[in-house]
């Protein structure tokens, strides 16, 4: 006995397996464009931590780059310093963390602000507990640190 299809069965496989074939050529293309677009991603990422990397250097040797002029600010008249003191305390907290120099003119500046009671003392005091926060002064530094957090 001979088993076979009726011509409409036949009709129907075909149209069946044409959509297969169909699907398949979709689905390679589909899986060629996930893999474009992981690379893709993973190409853009590496790029973009490269590039702040970059950044992150420039910055760093930009505010080293700073430091001859910090060491030469922090011998001016206290006047000259409390104009200057947010770019002075921005090389201290960024470059100067051992730099004894730099932390003299610290001194000068705090003890300016705390001598003085106005509001750009008030604000060079919370700028100057801002850098203690971030990089830890000399020891020598630290009976002045005390008196600035307790404002007086």
Not at 37 to 52: I, N, P
Not at 71 to 95: D, H, K, Y
Not at 129 to 136: A, D, I, N, Q
Request: hydrophobic share 45%; proline share 5%; charged share 30%.
């Amino acid at each position: 006995m001979r088993l076979g299809l009726l011509p409409s069965q036949k009709r129907e496989l075909d149209r069946a397996f044409k959509k297969a074939k169909a699907f398949d050529r979709f689905r390679v293309r589909t899986r060629r464009a996930f893999l474009g677009l992981g690379l893709g991603a993973v190409v853009g990422c590496a790029g973009a931590y490269w590039l702040g990397c970059r950044s992150a250097t420039a910055k760093v040797d930009a505010w080293h780059a700073r430091l001859p002029w910090a060491r030469e600010f922090a011998r001016q008249p206290i006047e000259v310093m409390v104009t200057g003191a947010s770019t002075f305390l921005g090389v201290l907290q960024n470059a100067g963390h051992d730099d004894p120099e730099l932390w003299r003119g610290f001194a000068r500046l705090a003890q300016h602000a705390l001598s003085r009671d106005d509001d750009q003392a008030r604000l060079l005091r919370k700028r100057l507990l801002t850098v203690c926060e971030v990089v830890p002064p000399l020891p020598e530094q630290a009976p002045l640190v005390e008196r600035l957090r307790g404002g007086r």
